[in-house]
T-cell receptor, first 114, second 112 residues
Framework: ETGVTQTPRHLVMGMTNKKSLKCEQH?????MYWYKQSAKKPLELMFV???????ENNSVPSRFSPECPNSSHLFLHLHTLQPEDSALYLC?????????????FGEGSRLTVL | GESVGLHLPTLSVQEGDNSIINCAYS??????FIWYKQESGKGPQFIID?????DKRQGQRVTVLLNKTVKHLSLQIAATQPGDSAVYFC???????????FGKGTRLSVIA
């Protein structure tokens, strides 16, 4: 079992749909992250949760809505997305926020917006 | 703004040769650096990290070199294998005060 699990792995949605991405970490970490990975761009940090509290929100459009019900689970709720939102969405976790050390990534959810 | 970037977007290497992937960073306050490998269809995986009080660190077949004077980081892969084909990212942060900042990535292709 991998440390960080993301579902679904692939998602195709229309611009008017509402869907959610799910992330679960089995590492006992206190911080969880959502990153967006687009072609030919660096990984873009979207949201950070530390101990279930949102600590960073990097000017992400409101059509992306994160939720962290507990320290092991993180969701990204999607609604009225645009085609340019098509990307790989990566979830990551770390032992604590604001520390050096690696992030542990999931395999990503490949999102296509039609 | 300050950012981490990579010199070359693609690198092709003959199997068995050594690979060198470079990274430039602009934040002189950065004190922690990390390399990730991302294979097709997978999430990034940790390879090796280094703190600013070191200039070299070795792992299994990989070495990271840090030159703080010119703000340059490199990843050396010895005896490159087909399984090393992937995109490699460097990332940095400043004493954990910010989340990791990632570069664009270099695609390494290994020619058999």
């Amino acid at each position: 079992e991998t440390g960080v699990t993301q579902t679904p792995r692939h998602l195709v949605m229309g611009m008017t749909n509402k869907k959610s991405l799910k992330c679960e970490q089995h590492l006992g970490h206190n911080a969880m992250y959502w990153y967006k990975q687009s072609a030919k761009k660096p990984l873009e940090l979207m949201f950070v949760y530390s101990l279930e509290e949102r600590v960073e929100n990097n000017s992400v459009p409101s059509r992306f809505s994160p939720e962290c019900p507990n320290s092991s689970h993180l969701f990204l709720h999607l609604h009225t997305l645009q085609p340019e939102d098509s990307a790989l969405y990566l979830c990551a976790s770390s032992q604590v926020f604001r520390t050096t050390g690696e992030l542990f990534f999931g395999e990503g959810s490949r999102l296509t917006v039609l | 703004g300050e950012s981490v970037g990579l010199h070359l977007p693609t690198l092709s290497v003959q199997e068995g040769d050594n690979s060198i992937i470079n990274c430039a960073y602009s934040n002189s306050a950065s004190d922690y650096f990390i390399w990730y490998k991302q294979e097709s269809g997978k999430g990034p995986q940790f390879i090796i990290d280094i703190r600013s009080n070191m200039d070299k660190r070795q792992g299994q077949r990989v070495t990271v070199l840090l030159n703080k004077t010119v703000k340059h980081l490199s990843l050396q892969i010895a005896a490159t294998q087909p399984g090393d084909s992937a995109v490699y990212f460097c990332a940095e942060n400043n004493a954990g005060n910010t989340p990791l900042v990632f570069g664009k990535g270099t695609r390494l292709s290994v020619i058999a």
